[in-house]
């Protein structure tokens, strides 16, 4: 019942004018952003972190939350318009959305998606309202220990479930939290790893990670496009952006079985919106009378990935704001955000501050129905900006990238070590080693080690207080469970292979 | 042969790390574990790693043999353009604080511009000037701090 009066309140937050304009200008400026070829929600976030910086941590989060979304639907346009999906989670929207763009059918592709994304982001955000309550009262059991084994099962899941090899997703795991090392130890005061640079002291804002390897990276990895002339081609949105009766039809059942696929998944640490889309993808195909037109334009195709890459941002939120700890890269991002704006999300927010969390919670309900409104009229205008060539784009997002780097102090040694992490970004996508893991241990990194100390400190160093508990236990279990699991996830794989070939 | 050179960097950074963990100054008054623990777990789970890498390579030896020599990720003339722009970024960083946002902002994409969007001059200027100043003046009202230097306003 209480709770109950708390979501009521929530609405009453997400309805103030100021947040219902932050809350339009998130969706609007993430969907901008997302549709920008090769730029993923990770990298939105962190470059429009410092549009925030002068707003009460309420608005800033609602905003941020908008933008996560917008970028999540942004993405899905890129990929039906160019082929070229914007991050991993489009790519199945891209088989079928393409070949509909290209059998005339860009306007139904698109509107689709934007049907699809605001059914299922809203039986999503109904599933974190529901969920978040029973999994707080849990977290509240939670001690140092439990924290630090969530935060490794965290790690694992996503290490096993990012790119091909295990083995360089857990490196790039490690060097994040290798990163996270570097600066001042809080516990003892000692400086390490600082070099005796001054800049290191404070360790290395995760904005500066996130903004050099998505953003600056990504830049250099799209300037070799350039340079070798492989860019792909854009296909030209003629018609209405809307869908005949017939494809409405065929599109219900995918979208409500996609939202639950894609809920379930994103609660689950891990690769999220990848997982869930392949595996909406050959649910759909699996269960349809006409699987032959599959990855030739079946809006059934894009109907129930697109629920479930969507639904999956809302379910990404639940172990985020219920426990603190984010599931994959761009909740990782969202979290160094909330950390930035000295908020830190987890069971005792819901009791201190329900107004934030409902106040977030609820505007995510207004602003899927916002990106709704916003995105069927205004679909034409943001596919414009793929029209903007890229030898112009490029150079502006490395000069957004250096606003975002050097509005957080205002010290250009960090955009160096922004331009660094650029280089590295581009060398691991070079070579294969998938980033999203190390952003999430950069930021988990430093509570990693804290509750690991903690927990030492209270069982006076006795390593067993790791499975001392049967939350522990349980944790330890599904961690080592998840290491197994590229096994099984090559299978469903095989199964998305299978389905786009056999198409 | 580009998971072998993984392999060795990770191993150098593994050893550098585990050099640098010894280097903390410890004074381990009221705290069991120290600043110097967690480092070294992190340096043996590195090791765990570089392990499981050459595992990999190990069980894939045969597919990689049947790819055969072509596959090299980089191209020396690409590697070329992006090092002349990773060195340009660089100096618009140094020249950012002392020019001040507009003018080095406007200054270092204009040239990048004009090379990856060639023939375009009236686009490209345009582009490069009212960019940086619509940014300037937009996050000057967002209350973010961007550096003057020598336009008076």
Known sequence: METLTHIMNGFGVALQPVNLWYTFLGCFLGTIIGVLPGIGPSATIALLIPVTYGMNPTSALIMMAGIFYGARYGGSTTAILINTPGEASSVMTAIDGYQMAKNGRAGAALAISAISSFIAGTIGVIGLTLFAVPLTAMALKFGPAEYFTLMFFAMTAVSSLAGKSPAKAMISTILGLMIATIGIDLQSGQPRFTMGVPELQDGIGFVIAVVGLFAIGEVFATMEEMTKGTRPEIIKLKGRIWLTRDEWNRSVKPILRGSVVGFVIGVLPGAGGTIASIMAYVWEKRVSKHPGQFGKGAVEGVAGPEAANNADTAGAMVPLLTLGIPGGGSTAVMLGAFIMYGIQPGPLLFQNRPDLVWGLVDSMYIGNLMLLILNIPLIGLFVRLLYIPGGILMPLILAISTIGIYAINGNPVELVFGLLFGVAGYVFRKVDIPLAPLILSLVLGGIMEQSFRQAMTISGGNPKVFVGSPICVTLVALSIVSIFLPVILKRIEAMGARAKENG | ?153
């Open chain 2, 1 to 153: 042969m580009v998971d072998r050179v993984i392999l060795v960097c990770t191993i150098v950074v593994a050893a550098v790390y585990f050099y640098a963990t010894t280097l903390i100054p410890s004074l381990e008054i009221g705290d069991p574990l120290g600043p110097k623990a967690f480092p070294r777990l992190i340096g043996v789970a590195l090791l765990i790693a570089a392990a499981m890498l050459a595992l990999e390579m190990w069980k894939e030896r045969g597919q990689a043999a049947a790819k055969g020599a072509g596959g090299a990720p980089f191209d020396p003339a690409v590697l070329k353009v992006l090092a002349v722009v990773a060195i340009w970024i660089g100096i618009y960083y140094a020249a950012l604080e002392g020019l001040g946002y507009i003018v080095a902002t406007s200054a270092f994409l204009f040239p990048l511009m004009a090379w990856f969007n060639r023939g375009k001059w009236l686009a490209n200027a345009l582009s490069a000037v009212v960019f940086a100043a619509m940014t300037y003046w937009l996050f000057v009202a967002l209350e973010v701090r961007l550096p003057r230097g020598v336009l008076p306003f």
